[in-house]
């Protein structure tokens, strides 16, 4: 079956010309609005950031290793909007990827604000009942909200696009009224807030050690215009950045509320500015320097970045040990069809290689049901991964997002499918049960123990000794980190080691990393790697879905 998406029936439709302000929507009343708005009136703002479905992403099987862990990263977004809030206001932060909502927060509020992907829309849509049932206002924003309005016709308020004039309307909004309105309203942003001008992430409303990763965004929006994309539609074309001062801020409030051991930048593209990228280094290298490298850090880049040797000697001095690159497809032709030729400035094996040169451990995207594929796509990536020594890669089923070059090109095709059995809404030019267990067969043996810790142990050769040598410093040796590593290691030994059915492959990568005392790497190994493996497994029996976006059920309401 296929649909359109449209738009909802008659929504109030609230821009900057709102009446409930009485202005007018002249630039010189929009310059005026600039401004803060001051509340009059107490309000008690619960923000809920709603649970994902279990995916490969969510490392959910590296949690019990670490005997605290519940969440992956906190949520970036949420946590700058309640740091926006009026400091008048009581708020609540919620992350049910941790604990859920309970009836006594719902009753505190005045009014509920939820943001989130598309993935996470079943769960957004529960909390916007429970909300209701309480009688409470609710709004909500973000990605998918800001992609498709039209997902979310019972929420009280949607706020569409970036934090900015529309946030400011809300805030006047919920002061002048504490009572859910007759129908729905839309809050549209116009003028953007600066990111020089956003606030820090509330971080003191949760427990970054419940977390397997902190995060930090430094950009927003990507040069590029890749088919399957919505980043470029969504937050633009040319990169706005944050300052370096900015950033500091951020890592010294991390350091403060919480143990953190890894930093990912989850910019959409970390180079999408590489000017801006080398101006930040530098302030990067003298806080690592000057805590004594507390932490790694990780982020999203475009494969290119292997041809600029300075920023990479940056990025190596910095403390930079991991690095997602959208690889897609080794195949020339299929990156050519997705607009992603970027990817072939040079050659893919060589871009890798130069990458590991500088201690930069690659992780890759994959994607499978593209229309160049056909019977031998996954012996040409298994072919890929070996050459590549890559150990992690999101081998995952295309899957059309709204507002994207692809989604309108399948529509125009008639190829998009909405079916809640399926693990994609694409019509692919192949059979999909074809696809789908040629995913099935590329994925399960990309993660067999054997092969997957051959990669690893390549990396550990190979990739990890040309990092910088860090000092010992007391950041590092302190005694939270030591009990952290203990705990890690131990679960390791003990889940892995012993009780797991693939210890024997375990301990062929164990024995050489104790003896050379890499013991950061081999608990490195031991999390990701059990979860890679554990989640290859469930793969296989059908209890996990080929793709990120998977419509079905049992992923919607799975706990």
Known sequence: M????????????????????????????????????????????????????????????????????????????????????????????????????????????????????HIQRPHMHKINQLAHNEGKITIIGGPSVSGCPEYYPDFDILSIGELGDATDKIIEYLDKNNQRPSQQIRFETIERLPLTEFPTPAYHLLNLNQYFLANIQFSSGCPYHCEFCDIPELYGNNPRMKTPEQVINELDTMLKYGNIGAVYFVDDNFVGNRRAAMELLPHLINWQKRHGYPVQFACEATLNLAQSPKLLAMMREAYFCTVFCGIETPETNALQAISKTHNLSMPILDAVKTLNSYGMEVVSGIIMGLDTDDSATCDRILQFIQLSQIPLLTINLLHALPRTPLWRRLENEKRLVFDENRDSNVEFLMPYEQVVEMWRRCITTAYQPEFLYQRFAYQMENTYPNRIKVPNSPARFSRANIIKGLTYLSNILLRVGILSNYRQTFWKMAKPAFQKGDIEGLIHVGLVGHHLIKFAMECSTGKESASFYSQKIRHAVRS
């Not at 670490?66 to 809030?85: D, E, H, N, S, W």
């Not at 400091?87 to 992350?95: A, L, M, P, S, T």
């Open 2 to 117: 296929t649909t359109n998406l449209t738009p909802l029936d008659n929504p109030i439709r609230l821009e900057t010309d709102l009446k409930i302000n009485n202005i007018s929507s002249t630039p010189k009343a929009l310059e005026q609005q600039q401004t803060r708005y001051k509340p009059v009136n107490h309000r008690r703002i619960l923000c809920i950031f709603p649970k994902y479905s279990r995916s490969f992403g969510t490392f959910h099987h590296a949690y019990p290793l670490t005997g605290r862990v519940k969440a992956f990263m906190p949520p970036q977004g949420i946590l700058v909007v309640a740091a926006y809030l009026p400091k008048e206001w009581e708020i609540k932060f919620v992350d049910e990827n941790i604990k859920p909502a309970t009836s006594k927060d719902y009753r505190w509020a005045d009014a509920v604000i939820v943001s989130g992907m």
